[in-house]
């Protein structure tokens, strides 16, 4: 039996297409509008997993109530005023 190599040829990509609605109805994922708060959309933070120094700032990777894990981002502190208790879990 032959070992699987740890790499690929080009011809095995194939074109990324986005998921058809209509014809896959369970994979479809509505995402949550954002909240308005002092005039400014914001979102619920479900989770902070993950935090990191960079450029000398603090960063938190955040999991966004709704929303899929490939969705997460990294925000600095000052975009997280109230998810403050999440971040001191």
Do not use: C
């Not at 990191?52 to 899929?68: A, I, L, P, T």
């Amino acid at each position: 039996m032959a070992r699987q190599k740890p790499y690929f040829h080009v011809s095995s990509l194939k074109e990324y297409r986005e998921n058809d609605p209509d014809r896959f109805k369970s994979r479809r994922i509505e995402k949550p509008a954002p909240i308005l708060i002092d005039n400014a959309e914001e979102w619920n933070a479900e989770q902070i997993p993950d935090y990191r120094r960079q450029n000398n700032s603090h960063e938190f990777r955040v999991h966004w109530k709704g929303y899929e894990r490939a969705d997460d981002s990294w925000e600095p502190i000052e975009n997280l005023d109230h998810s403050l208790e999440l971040i001191l879990e």
